[in-house]
Every structure is written in C-alpha cells, then in structure tokens.
C-alpha cells in the first residue's frame, strides 16, 4: 500500500459489522459482491480454492468467501481489523498492502478482493498496486475491485459542478480520506494498461445532488448494460490476468 494512506484505518469492531452492513447503500453493494463470489466459487474449479481479501476491513466479504469454501489470507493495515477477518480467514497480515504482496508467491490466488482501497492511493500507486495483484495471480484467476466513480450522478454535482465549476475544493467521494477519485474510464484503462482483461462491469448507485434540480436519481439502483454501467456512484469490476 501506498504511504501517503493506510488503509481502512477506522477501527469497525465486529460487533460494528452488522450495523454498517446494514446502511441502505452497504446492503445492496454487498449482495452484488456476495453474488459475483457465489458465482465465481461455482466456477471455479480445482483442489483448493485460494483467495487475498486486501483491505479485508473487519472481515464482511473474508465471511462471504468463507462461506463459499476458500481459503483465505486477509490483509488490513489495522489490528482490529484483522482480529476481526481472522473468525474467517485462513491466514491473516497486518501491514500495507503492496509491501505485503511482495511477499507471497506469485501465480499462487485463484481470486483478490480488492474492494474500496485504490481510490486511497495516489495513481503511481494505485498502478503500482495493480501489478502486485496481478504478480500473484494465477493466469486463470479473478480479481473483483471497485471504487467510488466522478463520471456519475453524484460526481456530476460533487466533482464537476463543485469542485471544477465553482470552486469548492477537492471531491472526495464522501470520504475526506480519498486520495484519487477515478471516472470509469479511467479505472478502465488503468486495468487494461496493466494487462488485465474485463470480464463485466456494474455501476452502482444511481443518486446524486445536482446543480439547480437537488436531490435526483434514476430508477434502478445498479446496471451491467452500457452505458449505465459506466454511471453509477460505485464500479464494481470483475477483471483477469
């Protein structure tokens, strides 16, 4: 991980989980992630089911791919975090994620979980963080990510009205500890600059404040069809080596 942010800093204790999980946006986002693991761990198929949660948070999606019958290493760069992955994880390690990653075998993962954490570091390392996951995957394997988008509707009021019409300083995606805020574009190119082809793509999240009409969202709250896959407030993106 890069050092100008340490992720998933905030201390969520387990008995928080239920709670966050419980947030109307956190309770849709997880059954769209719980969904693509299910249907990852269906087809996947060999001995021993390998995972990396990096950026395992307190443990939510360590839980759902435990579920599902892999075998887990949880990476977070908070103590209590990993206390809490670790009722779930096979293997846990507390430290930044890319020097982590140094240090595992390469072609060893079936699936990284890279969920919510690229967007807390500067764009040199959030590419530099790519190529770690990337080296640890097998060729055949699955990296789910996703990440907060400005090409949508709350990007329209926050980034482009806010901050580069009027001036309201930086957008940062509803978490002052955001460091780069990508358009889905951008995270696009990122992946495919780095050698990783899209499997599918899901935005997520079609609400936001826009400038003189306030509140407004569209009718449906996720999407895999162009381009309203490319719109909603989270992109979630499911990607391979």
């Known amino acids: 991980m890069c050092p100008e942010r340490k992720f998933c800093s905030s201390k969520i204790s387990t008995i928080k989980i239920s709670n966050y999980y419980k947030k109307p946006y956190e309770i849709e986002r997880g059954k769209i992630i719980t969904k693509i693991i299910e249907d990852i ?16 948070g307190p443990g939510y999606f360590t839980g759902v791919l435990s579920t599902n019958g892999w075998k ?7 103590n209590e975090n990993i206390e809490s992955a670790g009722n779930y994880a096979n293997e846990t390690h507390l430290g930044e994620a890319i020097a982590v990653l140094s240090k595992m075998p390469s072609n060893y993962y079936d699936l990284a979980l890279a969920l919510e954490i690229i967007e807390h570091m500067s764009k040199p390392s959030g590419e530099a963080f790519l190529r770690a996951i990337r080296r640890v995957l ?12 400005k090409h949508s509707i709350e990007g329209l009021g ?3 009205w806010g901050e580069k019409i009027r001036g309201n300083g930086r957008w940062k995606a509803w978490d002052s500890t955001h460091i780069h805020i990508y358009s889905s574009r ?27 009409i306030g509140r407004w969202r569209l009718p449906f709250l996720k999407s895999t069809v162009f381009p309203f896959n490319r719109i909603g407030f989270n992109i979630i993106l499911v990607s391979c080596p």
């Not at 761990?41 to 395992?56: F, H, P, R």
């Not at 951008?186 to 999240?205: A, P, R, V």
């Open 72 to 78: 887990i290493t949880a990476i977070d760069i908070d």
């Open 138 to 149: 097998k060729q055949n394997g699955k990296m789910i990510i996703s990440t907060p988008n």
């Open 41 to 56: 761990s269906l087809n996947t198929q060999c001995y021993e089911k390998l995972a990396v949660d990096i950026g395992c």
């Open 158 to 160: 926050g980034y482009y």
């Open 186 to 212: 951008e995270i696009l190119q990122l992946l495919k600059l780095n050698n990783f082809s899209i499997d599918k793509t899901i935005g997520y999240w079609y609400e936001g404040r826009l400038p003189f």
